[in-house]
């Protein structure tokens, strides 16, 4: 913390510049497609305001395609949100349905989203998707699916709780990306290095934990696969997307105060993107 808080400047200057670096032009030439196509995994009958907030961010900073795989009772919700999603009601919950029928279930589950997954620049899994045993276990096999296809995946929310009760899903892979809070932390710290958080050895532990945000890895990676840029594509896209979001969120509590919600932020992305690299 020391090292960060005596060179903010710099590190605030280096994240602009990587920004930068992998934000694709608007050039006419491109067509719909080509800045990204993102899905959300996540939004349960409990919890339809995160995958929302998710899907939505994307195509706020450019993204041309969003979907969202949800549950049935949840699809409804978020598609009154915004009419730009595409929402696939595909998930189903325990209470729902019979336990002789859940393997029947979940395999028509994996086959549709077969049908869409190597479509997909990168995968958000975990936003509003709850706990639901079966539901867990179908996101699993998802999730397995996505690592089959190479697709990079970004883990929050909920796919935390998955992730730090099945590591397999995200060891060794790396294009898995995930944001804990300081609570998840402490769990995935707990779960993989059998210790509580240190903070005098905090960054020993966060690389420990590393070697046991969407839209950015999507063109982070199309930037590298040019040979545009030389270091981690996703590390690229992690940088990328703190800076944005640092800015976007300073910008809403400019206006709101302690009044600011996470819509604000969001309607502040498009501002901050503009002001990062002006068109």
């Known amino acids: 913390m020391q090292s960060v808080m005596t060179s903010g400047p710099s590190l605030e200057a280096d994240s602009i510049s990587i920004f930068r670096s992998i934000l694709p032009g608007l050039e006419s030439s491109k067509h719909k497609g080509q800045a990204g196509k993102i899905a959300v995994v996540g939004g349960c009958r409990e919890y ?121 899903l995200v060891s060794g892979y790396p294009l898995a990306v995930l944001t804990p809070n300081l609570n998840e932390y402490k769990r995935l710290v707990q779960k993989v290095l059998n210790s509580e958080v240190n903070d005098e050895n905090g960054t020993d532990q966060l690389l420990s934990l590393a070697k046991g945000v969407a839209v950015f890895l999507s063109w982070a990676r199309q930037c590298a696969d040019k040979g545009e840029v030389s270091m981690n594509p996703t590390i690229l896209g992690c940088v990328a997307g703190s800076a944005l979001l640092r800015k976007a969120a300073s910008m809403a509590f400019d206006n709101k105060k302690r009044s600011t919600l996470t819509g604000d932020i969001i309607e502040c992305l498009g501002r901050s993107l503009q002001e990062i690299c002006p068109v």
């Open 48 to 168: 339809t305001g995160a995958p929302y907030f998710s899907a939505i961010s994307a195509l706020k900073i450019g993204a041309d395609l969003s979907h969202v795989f949800c549950t049935k009772d949840a699809a409804p919700v978020i598609k009154s949100y915004s009419p730009e999603l595409i929402v696939h009601p595909i998930l189903e919950e325990s209470y729902s349905i019979r336990d002789e029928d859940k393997s029947s279930i979940s395999a028509k589950v994996i086959a549709e989203v077969e049908k869409w997954m190597e479509r997909f620049d990168c995968l958000v899994v975990g936003p509003g998707l709850g706990r639901d045993p079966f539901l867990l276990d179908c996101v699993s096999n998802i999730m397995k699916h996505a690592r089959e296809c190479n697709v990079p995946m970004v883990i929050d929310g909920d796919g935390l709780y998955l992730v730090t009760n099945c590591l397999d």
